[in-house]
């Protein structure tokens, strides 16, 4: 079955750090950028975080310098590695697929709770 | 990057046609035709209705389509039905190599 999911979250202290993992099925996962994209409750989309084929990653500025993306091939596994994490950064983090610009393929996504 | 402008509700009878729209900059939607629509129900993951601007992937209903006129998108749901009661949100990419978000619509059939 072709499908993405999500896992890692959880509750974490303000200024904590938390890894989010992403298994990937049933397709070819080196052939595809990959992406996450997270969402406060009652809140819009907000993409988070990129990464080419050849596993360059690309950020916005609200989460550079405390995010890494990264990916494992051989693993079918993406990855996001949040650091000094805020209250702002609560959400439900979702792994998408990108094909051809657009994101065609969704995980159900995983909730991280920033909270003291 | 601030986030693309959407309405943040339209709504519609039954049958008829409502029409998204999504402003940017010449740095995102007017410079790329990367432009996809996402549709999301409550508690549910996005699922893409338009990519490319106006590509419609396979499966998707034939009563959305989408268009472009300089830095502002457009998604039209023709014949409105009560299962396209959602939220919409459009997506550009960048000039920086990231992708920004639009603010999101609620569309509500009456």
């Known amino acids: 079955e072709v499908q993405l999911v999500e896992s890692g979250g959880g509750l974490v202290q303000p200024g904590g750090s938390l890894r989010l993992s992403c298994a990937a099925s049933g397709f070819t996962f080196s052939d595809h950028a990959m992406h996450w994209v997270r969402q406060a409750t009652g809140k819009g989309l907000e993409w988070v975080s990129g990464?080419?084929?050849?596993?360059?990653?690309y950020y916005p500025g609200s989460v550079k310098g405390r995010f890494t993306i990264s990916r494992e091939n051989a693993k079918n596994s993406l990855y996001l590695q949040m650091n000094s994490l805020r209250a702002g950064d609560t959400a439900v983090y979702y792994c998408a697929r990108e094909t051809g610009g657009f994101f065609d393929l969704w995980g159900r996504g995983t909730l991280v709770t920033v909270s003291s | 990057q601030s986030a693309l402008t959407q309405p943040a509700s339209v709504s519609g009878s039954p049958g008829q046609s409502i029409t998204i729209s999504c402003t940017g900059t010449s740095s995102d939607v007017g410079g790329y035709n990367y432009v996809s629509w996402y549709q999301q129900h409550p508690g549910k993951a996005p699922k893409v209705m338009i990519y490319?601007?106006?590509k419609r992937p396979s499966g998707v209903s034939n009563r959305f389509s989408g268009s472009k006129s300089g830095s502002t998108a457009s998604l039209t749901i023709s014949g409105l039905q009560a299962e396209d009661e959602a939220d919409y949100y459009c997506?550009?990419?960048?000039?920086?190599?990231?992708?920004?978000f639009g603010t999101g619509t609620k569309v509500t059939v009456l």
């Open positions: 490319d601007v106006s």
């Open positions: 990464i080419a084929t050849a596993g360059d990653p």
């Open positions: 997506i550009s990419y960048t000039s920086s190599s990231t992708y920004v």
